[in-house]
């Protein structure tokens, strides 16, 4: 199958958060017009090597994609839509990574003329000494003025991030800001608990044991009415971390999980065409050097296996609140989910982990709680 989906990479940041190990750098004096040339070949040379069909969504993140000038984040849209086949942009999703503040109503005016209809708000908290504590440049009410500046500039699909488990975090401090995000009348929300990742500050300060972290217990109450509030809001969790009104679940999100290809683009961007897994190079100098020597830049390539597919479909797909389709798994396959992974799906409906349910493999309720746990089962029968 050709990659219909497409992630691309700005890794310019005008703040570093305590908690991102994501690919990124500050933005200043960085060479980013030369970068966004880079990308512009990278995606010249990815769709020769592997010709797209026709895309159905499209993710520029970061980083922060809206720390580019109007005009550089004008050009990057404009080297997507070129090289990929994206006849009607406003036919497909198109979202655009936003950090509240971020974004003025030049730039979100131009983002919609060129074809992004979805953004997507790096929120985290509405809590101001949260937000403080956490790294992020921006005040709750930034949060405020970009949804309202982004509705007058015509975007009616607006997703936030959300983050708990957040050092100090209280559950009346989080309740606050699910409340606060359900006033804003969105479409989509995705929260996150807290991942204490290497070479984040978060780290440095959880190795010197300063990091005081709510217990495991705590988070999961709070995740347990993350759930409920959203759910008795109108939304539906369709996914173990996202959450939209009906009709509004992300394409590209979705793209993940159902394991389908998808083209990657940038620097440390990752990608899955032709059966391969692909990782670019991270630094800006050897992903630039990779480009001016001619080449496609990868850091990694992994051939993927057609029993790592499988264990991938599984455990990508519970993450989905539909499961796996067994009909579907033998007809990518051509092999019976049951042949392949009979016994661990065996054993995990007995810990009342999964159950099955209109051919499809689910998780429990008591499975959502525990789904790292149950998605190792796939891999530990290998």
């Not at 990574?97 to 929120?123: C, F, Q, T, Y």
């Not at 921006?138 to 500039?153: C, G, M, Q, W, Y």
């Not at 699909?157 to 969105?186: R, V, Y």
């Not at 499988?310 to 989905?320: A, H, I, N, S």
Request: a negative charge.
């Amino acid at each position: 199958m050709k990659p219909r989906a497409i992630y691309v990479h700005v890794p310019f940041c005008e703040q570093i958060c305590h908690y991102c190990d994501f690919n990124k750098f500050f933005l200043k004096n960085q060479p980013v017009d030369e970068y966004l040339t880079d990308c512009d070949t990278e995606m010249k040379w990815t769709v020769e090597k592997f010709p797209n069909g026709p895309i159905k969504s499209v993710y520029v993140g970061g980083g922060t994609p809206t720390s580019l000038s109007t005009a550089q984040l004008r050009k990057l849209l404009r080297s997507i839509k070129h090289h990929f086949q994206i006849k009607d942009p406003e036919a497909i999703e198109f979202t655009v990574e936003v950090n509240p503040g971020s974004a003025d109503r030049e730039k979100l005016h131009m983002m919609r003329e060129e074809g992004a209809n979805r953004l997507s708000i790096g929120v985290q908290t509405f809590d101001a000494d949260l937000l403080q504590k956490i790294g992020r440049d921006h005040k709750p009410n930034d949060v405020l003025e970009t949804i309202d500046r982004s509705r007058e500039a015509g975007f009616d699909n607006i997703s936030i991030d959300l983050m708990f488990g957040l050092p100090g975090q209280t559950m009346e401090q989080f309740e606050d800001t699910i409340h606060k995000a359900l006033a804003l009348n969105i479409e989509h929300v995705s929260a996150y608990s807290l991942k204490v990742e290497a070479k984040t500050v978060f780290y440095q300060l959880a190795q010197k044991g300063k990091l005081p972290l709510p217990s495991e217990d705590a988070e999961a109450d709070m995740y347990e009415r993350l759930i409920e509030r959203l759910t008795e809001a109108g939304f539906s969790m369709y996914e173990i971390s996202n959450f939209a009104k009906p009709g509004m679940e992300s394409t590209h999100n979705l793209t993940y999980w159902e394991n389908e290809q998808y083209y990657g683009i940038g620097a440390g961007a990752h990608g899955y065409v032709g059966g391969v897994r692909t990782r670019n190079h991270g630094p800006l100098p050897k992903y630039m050097k990779a480009i001016e020597d001619g080449n496609l830049p990868y850091l990694e390539e992994h051939p993927v296996p057609v029993r790592e597919q499988m264990e991938e479909e599984m455990f990508m797909g519970l993450r989905k609140r539909a499961g796996v389709s067994m009909v579907a798994f033998e007809e990518k396959y051509g092999r019976s989910m049951s042949e392949v992974f009979g016994k661990t799906v065996e054993t995990l409906q007995e810990r009342e982990w999964v159950m099955i349910e209109d051919g499809r493999i689910k998780l429990t309720e008591r499975g959502r709680f525990l789904g790292n746990e149950v998605f190792e089962q796939f891999l530990l029968q290998s």
